[in-house]
């Protein structure tokens, strides 16, 4: 079992920032300002401590919203 933490890091939220916002407040409790500065200050790591599982399905939602997105161990 995989017990390493990883984190999922955003590079840059690319050119629809919307809709990189609207991933993050799926997977987090954050509201719409807290997310957008987020988003914002990227290059940043969204999510830390994360099973490998769980970040290997949230780095792909934020590529496909347009952001630039990758795992990190």
Do not use: C
Request: charged content about 30%; cysteine-free.
């Amino acid at each position: 079992m995989d017990e390493k933490k990883y984190e999922v890091f955003l590079l840059s939220p690319g050119g629809s920032v919307v809709d990189v916002i609207r991933v993050i407040r799926f997977y987090t409790d954050l509201g719409l300002k807290e997310a957008k500065e987020l988003a914002d200050s990227a290059p940043v790591a969204v999510w830390s401590g994360v099973a490998r599982d769980h970040a290997e399905k949230r780095a792909p939602n934020l590529i496909d919203a347009g952001g630039a997105a990758q795992v990190r161990e």
